[in-house]
């Protein structure tokens, strides 16, 4: 397609342009917000040299599925700087600011730097005389950072799927999938076999593979052969289990006025060693991370199963300090409790709700003598299966006792109308309410809750960004 015809319709920056101006224009010089494929982006990339670069001097760590990647991706990274390693981090989608998506050495890039990227890229891009998509342009301008920057490792989460997600464009030396579930039917198939062979997508000759979940399609199995993976499999190579420590003991005998500012600390920064990882050649007693234990595991096989020099204190160390917003992520704001969980198909609703009865049987121990319930903050996007996530939810035995409901300022988002149909066969219509901003529902929230109760976020990254916008947070 002709750029100029979709380009010349779009706001064109300037060498004055602001970053938000720069994603607005880039939003709009494609047909498609999803375009699926690599014919487009490759001959950019190969102008900017970007693929080049991370064959040089370079380790990368890419990772795919369906839930997990973020805290994955984000772990590895944590893994790789505590060991002194220059390392890159690209993950998507971004939770406030779109810095949150590519960092180095754990730290944002600059509003400058994003933009003297992208700058670089439309170059590229209109001397190709190609269009390419906001997830295109974006993920390219982000490798051109990591080369431009000489970071030693890279770790690229994917977007979507795997074969033709446009972070498959750079060679992984290490490919991680943390597991296969149903979503993104529209593009990547409606069943295990087809999605786990779009994700299996990212595999390479001769490479090894950490595979996160105990059941592996038969597509899968079938590329890890015809690759020659070596393959590490949860359950098979490695494995990894809770240890109870005193410091859970200390969570059920505090006081009601001490949990305030302690019941969080407790929760995410215990300091002893309360989980076990075992392969083939170590066991470790480990520091629990505030990211989950499967997310942790998996993290922790990749660095072991590279050539990298990371050692078990810099394993303890980067388990102390990693952290992940909108991942099971507990919180005391506004003088309640919170908790952030994308939480946006059937298996990451199941994957929430196992650690979630955990954290409840704890939260009422909070609540004294008091009846603690669950008020919910949700919203979702229109292309997930929305009755199914709620029905997940609601089959839960957890007392979810109201849902607060508002469109998210995004478009592909559902209407109210559409969440509340969704809704209905599974939620007393009195116990549903809905606002015109998760602004608005979340204030509500507050105003419908006890001190004593837990506010559950989740739904959608949009749905946990919006969230965190209105309480006025920033990412931690």
Not at 75 to 93: F, R
Not at 382 to 407: G, H, N
Request: overall charge negative.
């Amino acid at each position: 397609m002709d750029s100029s015809s979709l380009t010349s319709q779009a706001y064109k920056p300037t060498k004055d342009s602001s970053l938000t101006e720069w994603l607005d224009y880039m939003q709009q010089i494609h047909v498609s917000a999803i375009d699926m494929g690599l014919s487009r982006v490759l001959p950019v990339a190969e102008r900017l040299g970007v693929v080049q670069s991370a064959k040089e001097n370079t380790y990368v760590f890419t990772v795919a599925g369906t839930n997990g990647k973020g805290s994955t991706t984000a772990m590895i990274s944590e893994l790789c700087q505590a060991a002194g390693y220059k390392t890159a981090l690209y993950q998507s989608p971004h939770l406030i600011e779109f810095n949150e998506r590519v960092r180095i050495n754990g730290q944002m890039v600059s509003d400058k730097t994003l933009i003297a990227a992208f700058e670089q890229v439309e170059a590229a891009r209109l001397q190709c005389g190609l269009t390419l998509s906001f997830f295109e342009m974006t993920t390219l301008a982000a490798l051109l950072i990591f080369a431009t920057a000489d970071c030693e490792v890279w770790v690229l989460e994917v977007g979507l799927g795997g074969r033709l997600d446009v972070v498959n464009i750079i060679d992984p030396d290490l490919a991680v999938i943390t597991n296969i579930g149903i979503d993104h039917v529209d593009w990547l198939g409606d069943n295990l076999e087809d999605i786990g062979r779009e994700k299996a997508g990212i595999l390479r000759e001769g490479i090894p593979l950490i595979y996160g979940a105990t059941e592996m399609p038969a597509s899968v199995a079938e590329l890890v052969e015809q690759h020659n993976v070596t393959c590490y499999q949860v359950g098979q190579d490695f494995y990894y289990r809770e240890v109870k420590s005193s410091s859970e003991d200390k969570i059920n005998t505090k006081l009601n006025n001490e949990l305030n500012n302690e019941l969080n600390n407790e929760l995410n920064t215990n300091a002893k060693p309360t989980w076990q990882y075992s392969n083939a050649a170590v066991t470790l007693q480990l520091p629990r991370p505030k990211l989950s234990l499967t997310n942790t595991a998996n993290a922790v096989s990749a660095v072991l199963a590279s050539p990298l020099d990371i050692g078990i204190d810099a394993i303890k160390q980067a388990l102390g300090s990693v952290q992940l917003a909108g991942r099971f992520d507990y919180r005391q704001l506004a003088d309640r409790h919170w908790l952030f969980d994308v939480a946006h198909n059937e298996h990451g609703v199941d994957f929430m709700l196992a650690q979630l009865v955990a954290l409840w049987q704890q939260h009422k121990q909070l609540a004294g003598n008091k009846t603690a319930t669950i008020k919910v903050v949700f919203s979702m996007l229109a292309d997930k299966d929305i009755e199914l996530v709620v029905q997940r939810l609601t089959q839960a035995d957890l007392p979810m006792s109201e849902w607060f409901i508002a469109e998210i300022d995004y478009p592909r988002a559902a209407s109210v109308e559409q969440l509340v149909a969704a809704m209905s066969a599974y939620i007393p219509q009195e116990r549903i309410h809905t606002f015109e901003s998760l602004q608005q529902a979340a204030q509500a929230a507050i105003l419908a809750s006890q001190p004593h109760d837990l506010l559950l976020v989740c739904g959608s990254f949009h749905t946990i960004g919006e969230t965190l916008s209105a309480l006025t947070l920033e990412p931690t």
